[in-house]
Nanobody, 126 residues
Framework: QIQLVESGGGSVQAGGSLRLSCTAS????????MAWFRQAPGNQREGVEA??????????DSVKGRFTISGTLGANGENTVWLQMNSLKPEDTAMYYC?????????????????WGQGTQVTVSS
């Protein structure tokens, strides 16, 4: 069973930075990908960035040039992903979720991910 634990959320003023971490446990294989999604109250869950085994990364247009995903996908189950968030804006305020192991080709489709963390709150004030 995939277990994901996020950390690093918090409150920051606009223009500030935060770094989120997500560590996986409960598996002994290498994930093919991990990703960050976010969801603000009243909105659908939105794909932020994805990190694939092999190093390819993909991002949503709303975070282009500001957020950077990185990670390690280990063969022995040591799967970790980080999200460096710079130049934060009030509209980045949301609950941020880590996702693991993609079944399909569209990383931004939340239905295609096998496991989810509980989320970490990010609040950006103006």
């Amino acid at each position: 069973q995939i277990q994901l634990v996020e950390s690093g959320g918090g409150s920051v003023q606009a223009g500030g930075s935060l770094r989120l971490s997500c560590t996986a446990s409960g598996v002994t294989f290498r994930y093919n990908a991990m990703a960050w999604f976010r969801q603000a109250p009243g909105n659908q869950r939105e794909g932020v960035e994805a990190f694939y085994n092999g190093g390819d990364t993909f991002y949503g247009d709303s975070v282009k040039g500001r957020f950077t995903i990185s990670g390690t996908l280990g063969a022995n189950g040591e799967n970790t992903v980080w999200l460096q968030m710079n130049s934060l804006k009030p509209e980045d305020t949301a609950m941020y979720y880590c996702a693991a192991h993609l079944h399909g080709s569209t990383w931004y489709s939340s239905d295609l991910w096998s496991g989810w963390g509980q989320g970490t709150q990010v609040t950006v004030s103006s």
